[in-house]
């Protein structure tokens, strides 16, 4: 695979250090918020189906323990539908 970078084109926006710092420090101080405001009931669920709903963070873990399955799911997955890197290649 082949590099396209050209040394003479300026770095966009998304490539500055201040700004990957800047929108990483949001993200960290916004979800550690989020799971503070969750453990202290903000979000609290006011007739849960289940007693375990009643927790704040429920969701989130739930949320959380999904997608983690959905990923190890997809590598296991992709072992039985994929193909050779050359698959395309041998037609010709």
């Known amino acids: 695979m082949t590099d396209h970078h050209n040394p003479d084109e300026k770095p966009g926006w998304a490539d500055n250090p201040t700004f990957i710092r800047i929108f990483l420090g949001v993200l960290v101080v916004s979800s550690i ?12 669920n006011p007739h849960p189906h289940f ?5 704040g963070v429920f969701f989130a873990v739930w949320g959380f323990a999904a997608f983690f399955f959905i990923v190890l799911a997809g590598q296991h997955l992709r ?9 395309y290649d041998e037609r010709e």
């Open 79 to 87: 072992k039985l539908v994929g193909r050779k890197e050359g698959y």
């Open 33 to 44: 918020g989020a799971a503070l405001a969750g453990f202290v009931g903000a979000w609290k």
């Open 51 to 55: 007693d375990v709903e009643g927790l």
